[in-house]
């Protein structure tokens, strides 16, 4: 039972919502099917030079129904999900691209770190919960790969959308004096609030500007 916790934490770093963060798109690893019985691949969209899978999209819809259930939450109609993991992929995909484009990139040590921190927070060692992974049906190196593309995507936000928030003094007043919170808080808020804002009319920036061909949609 805490393996399968433990590994909800760690893939929450992809699968918490957007704006604020996307994930790559190597969720989890399909079962093996009987010889004789694989079912042939698709695309399901088309991503400027790029495409999500069929495959792709079936292991995170998966793995977010199981989130679901384990938060004991309703789940919305399979093909609403459907739609709406995919047009999360899609963004996540274009986002990625753009990181790869602007020659982005992930050390290794900056990625052990951040992946043996998600280790720590649950009072693991790396070993260990490369065993919680494993069994929950995942692996350290699908993990790892999550981790290194949440990194990229955070790195472009930080340029793209980050950089274009401001907050005046005179901001700073109004909502201390409003919430009666300290300078620092109301500094955090205030650029959590603009960059939420800021975040989404990006989105639908680059949403605009790329070429998607979303077959899901079309079906």
Do not use: C, H, Y
């Not at 069929?54 to 989130?67: F, G």
């Not at 790969?145 to 995507?153: G, K, P, W, Y």
């Amino acid at each position: 039972m805490r393996s399968r916790r433990i590994a909800t934490l760690a893939l929450t770093l992809g699968l918490s919502a957007l704006p604020l963060a996307g994930q790559g798109q190597d969720a989890g690893l399909p079962d093996a099917e009987p010889q004789g019985r694989q079912t042939l691949d698709r695309i399901v969209a088309v991503v400027n030079d790029g495409a999500i899978m069929q495959s792709e999209l079936e292991e995170r819809v998966a793995q977010t129904r199981s989130q679901i259930a384990r938060q004991e939450q309703e789940a919305p109609p399979e093909d609403v999900l459907r739609r709406q993991i995919l047009d999360r992929m899609i963004v996540e995909e274009i986002q990625l691209q753009m990181a790869r484009e602007a020659g982005l990139t992930v050390d290794d040590t900056e990625l052990n770190r951040q992946v043996r921190a998600i280790a720590e927070s649950n009072g693991m060692t790396l070993d260990q919960f490369a065993d919680a992974l494993e069994a929950d049906g995942l692996s350290l190196a699908v993990v790892r790969d999550q981790v290194r593309r949440e990194l990229m995507m955070r790195q472009l936000q930080q340029r793209r959308v980050a950089s274009r928030v401001n907050i005046s003094e005179r901001e700073v007043d109004r909502i201390v004096e409003q919430q009666g919170i300290s300078r620092e808080q109301a500094r955090q808020a205030l650029f959590q609030r603009k960059v939420n804002a800021e975040m989404e009319e990006w989105i639908q920036e680059i949403r605009r500007q790329a070429f998607i061909d979303n077959r899901l949609a079309a079906s």
